[in-house]
């Protein structure tokens, strides 16, 4: 409070002028890196939503755009991989790729969920088995396996 009583109208005016100065508009550099960022992203969701490569070159490929104009640093482009839980997600998408690749699951998952008639009997079926094994895994690899 004995600070707000020594202020004159001038200090008031001075602190007023500094701040407008401050919300000016974005300098030359930044707008530059909203456009660049802006359009990588654009991209990525494109190249996503065509699903003609895959989510991880696309996901790789922005981030290296990124780093290679200099809107994030090398070192905390590559930091996201040191989070254990993205590797965990990693490491499972390799062994639901190998699963499917070498058709480990096609027979049992054919007897398992047979023929259904409708979309609920499919659900139902699909739901089961995933409950049951949920109870005793963790949710993403059995997820990602089904």
Not at 74 to 88: D, K, R, Y
Not at 117 to 142: C, D, E, H, K, Y
Request: with cysteine; glycine share 8%; net charge negative.
């Amino acid at each position: 409070e004995r600070f707000l009583m020594d202020l004159t109208m001038d200090d008031f005016k001075e602190y007023r002028r500094l701040q407008e100065e401050e919300e000016e508009t974005a300098t030359e550099g930044e707008i530059w890196e909203m456009v660049y960022v802006g359009v990588v992203l654009i991209f990525m969701f494109a190249t996503l939503l065509s699903d003609k490569v895959g989510a991880d070159l696309v996901m790789l490929s922005a981030l290296t755009a990124c780093m290679a104009g200099n809107i994030v640093t090398v070192a905390e482009g590559v930091s996201g991989f040191s989070n254990e839980g993205v590797l965990t997600v990693l490491v499972l998408f390799v062994v639901a790729a190998g699963v499917q690749l070498t058709g480990g699951l096609d027979w049992y998952m054919s007897k398992l969920l047979g023929r259904p008639l409708n979309a609920a009997g499919a659900q139902l079926r699909l739901m089961i088995p995933i409950a049951i094994i949920s109870a005793f895994l963790n949710n993403t690899p059995v997820v990602v396996i089904m």
